[in-house]
Structure formats: structure tokens, C-alpha cells
């Protein structure tokens, strides 16, 4: 028997049962399936951090992984629901942007619309379409039913500005579009689209940041502007946070300029 793999990605926190009540809906469907906790510790309503949470470990997946992806602002209205077939592997989400930052990498996606009612709960809560949409749909997806049965494709999805960088004759214009545990801000630019040394990063209020290859390869307390493990450009301060110190938040410019 296969063990199928769903992970949840939501902003529903440890608290209450909601992310439970989806576990639930999945395993009444196919029982075997292997449900993965990305995180439920999404900032409420964040579609952008959603976003980058998700990106970050997507290519970690084997395929035929099948991801859940609920930070719906826009639950209860007219907002559609995506399938997404993106690198082998499957992505549910609302049609809000939560998407945007794999399929600017992985441009051949095929996006499905979601519209087949007959695969969604009986009774169907406005306000939790998490439970009563995307987990029958998780569940039935895992257990054989095919994604280009959920309705048709569609390329009038929702993306987000914000989520792509732009180099320019001078450098490479970017913005902040996480903040990770310890702090540091984690921006748009690829390691790929920086320029060739020497170069330095300006953010608003600072106005030069040299570029390094470590957290420690300066003092303590001081900025540092480094590739992290994620593949991005990356803001830290080296034994602190450079979000506090520097008032960074997702959306903050960020500036590459060619010495």
C-alpha cells in the first residue's frame, strides 16, 4: 500500500482544532496518507510569507507530493480555488498570489481552476473552506482521483508584484518578503541575479551593507548581506535581529548597487 504525502501549510496556529478537523477530513478519505506539517504558525492573513514558506521547501518534496496551502483572506467570497500541477507535485490554494513565487520559478505550470462541487463536504462552512473544500479535495487527489478532473485550466490566476525582483543596468532592485525566526530578512533577489563583485546593498535608512559569505564573518552586532540557505540575498545582523534593529518588514526596498 502506497502512503501517499499531503502537506498542510495554514495560518491556523496550535490552539485551536482547525488543522486538526483537516487531518481528520483527509484520513476519512485515504486513511494511508502521510500528512506533513509545514507550518500553522503563518502570520494571520499573510498571503506573501505563506508564499515564501511554501517555495522554500517545495523542491524538498518527492513527486506526487500533494500541498495544502490555506491562508484565505478571502474565504466565503467569490475568490476561486486553484490545482496547481507544478514540478510533478500538486499545490491546492486559494487564488490569491499564495502561488506566485513557484510559478515565477517554475513557468510551465499547469493551473486548474477548482470547480467540481461533487468532491467537496456535503455541508459547507463560509467561514472554513479549509475543512469542507481542501481537505476532500487532498483526500480524493491522494487516493487516485486525477487533478485535470477538478476543472479547467485557467491562466486568469492572481500573482503578487512584490514577489519578483528586477536587475537593472545599475544593480538589482528587490524587496524583503520574509522574516525568519531569528530575524533576519530574507528578500526576492537570487543569488544568480547579483552582479559580479564589488558590489553593496542599501536599504532605506542605511546606506551602505558590504556583502559576506557568513552570519560571523563580522562583529558582533553588526549588519551583514549574505546568499542563505534559501538561494536569496538575505539581511542579518550577526547574534541579533535585523528586523528590530533595522524596522525591516516584508515589502522594505532593498537595493543592490554596482560599486
Known sequence: MSHPIITLLTD?????????????VILGICPH?????????????????????????FDYFPAETIHVAVVDPGVGT???ILAARIAGQTVLAPDNGLLSLLIIRYPDSLIYRVDNDALYAKVISNTFHGRDIFAPIAGKLACGFSVDAVGPITNAHRSMSMMASSVEPEGVVGHVIYIDHFGNAITNIYENQLPAMPFYIELPGVAQISYSSAYASCAVG???????????LEIAVNGGSAAELLGLTSGTPVYVHIN
Open 12 to 24: 491556523f496556529g496550535l490552539k485551536d482544532g482547525y488543522s486538526a478537523a483537516m487531518k481528520a
Open 33 to 57: 496518507a502521510n500528512i506533513v506539517d509545514i507550518s500553522h504558525s503563518i502570520t494571520p492573513q499573510s498571503i506573501s510569507e505563506a508564499a515564501f514558506v511554501l517555495d522554500s521547501c
Open 78 to 80: 467569490e475568490r476561486a
Open 222 to 232: 553588526d549588519i551583514v548581506a549574505l546568499t542563505g540557505s534559501h538561494g536569496r
